[in-house]
């Protein structure tokens, strides 16, 4: 880690909330709305690219970098799994929600 730039959850709160949201909007925006609005044959094509933009969050979630280590919060170096909420940093431990300080919160 090189400096000490101030960093918020709130990156990783929004894309964590857009996420979830995504998810539950789905039945609702692809089954109802695309269905009423453009009709039956727009239902694959609507799925695909809003399952595209969802995947991408998730992609975007899993490089979100720890404020502390500077590695993916979510996901360890040693694992390729990535978990979509933590408490830790799967790298250094570092808490969720923490405010940045030298050398706490191990
Ligand atoms: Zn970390």
Same mark, same amino acid.
């Given at each position: 880690?090189?400096?000490? @730039? @101030? ?55 899993? @490089? ?13 170096? @040693? ?28």
């Amino acid at each position: 880690m090189t400096h000490m @730039k @101030k960093r918020g959850w709130l990156g990783l709160y929004l894309l964590q909330g857009t996420v979830v949201l995504m998810f539950l909007a789905f039945p609702f925006v692809v089954g109802e709305a695309t269905t009423k609005l453009l009709g039956d044959r727009w239902f694959l094509p609507v799925t695909f690219v809003y399952g595209a933009l969802w995947l991408n969050q998730g992609r975007l979630l899993g @490089k979100w970098t720890c404020p502390r280590c500077e590695r993916s919060f979510l996901r360890s170096d @040693k694992s390729t799994v990535s978990m979509p909420f933590r408490l830790r940093c799967a790298n250094c431990g570092f808490r969720l929600g923490s405010v940045r300080t030298s050398a706490q919160g191990v």
